[in-house]
């Protein structure tokens, strides 16, 4: 049974930073692309972020291109998200996933395995 659980979220203000991580157990972590994605309130879940299985092909949405970046540890069998220069519409709970089944990174409906979530709040 795969386990995700998501950590590093909070309040920050516009500008700042944050570090969130993504804790993977119960499957051989690295054989597995992994993503990032987040939910406003009202919204679709939406793309944020992903990268494959060695950590050298990244992929992000263009609303988090060049402020955020994705990275992993195999060995820690963690991902994680740095976030800089957050904007208030980056406001949503962030989930991490596990990519599975074949298809884009893009599509939420591509990931088999999800974590519970983490509140990320940007005041402007």
């Known amino acids: 049974q795969v386990q995700l659980v998501e950590s590093g979220g909070g309040l920050v203000q516009a500008g700042g930073s944050l570090r969130l991580s993504c804790a993977a157990s119960?499957?051989?972590?690295?054989?597995?692309?992994m993503g990032w994605f987040r939910q406003a309130p009202g919204k679709e879940r939406e793309f944020v972020a992903a990268?494959?299985?060695?950590?050298?092909?990244?992929y992000y949405a263009d609303s988090v291109k060049g402020r955020f970046t994705i990275s992993r540890d195999n060995a820690k069998n963690t991902m994680y998200l740095q976030m800089n220069n957050l904007k208030p519409e980056d406001t949503a709970v962030y989930y991490c996933?596990?990519?599975?089944?074949?298809?884009?990174?893009?599509?939420?409906?591509?990931?088999?395995?999800w974590g519970q979530g983490t509140q990320v709040t940007v005041s402007s």
């Open positions: 990268i494959s299985t060695s950590g050298y092909n990244t």
């Open positions: 996933a596990v990519k599975i089944r074949g298809g884009n990174y893009y599509s939420y409906n591509n990931y088999d395995y």
């Open positions: 119960g499957r051989t972590f690295s054989r597995d692309p």
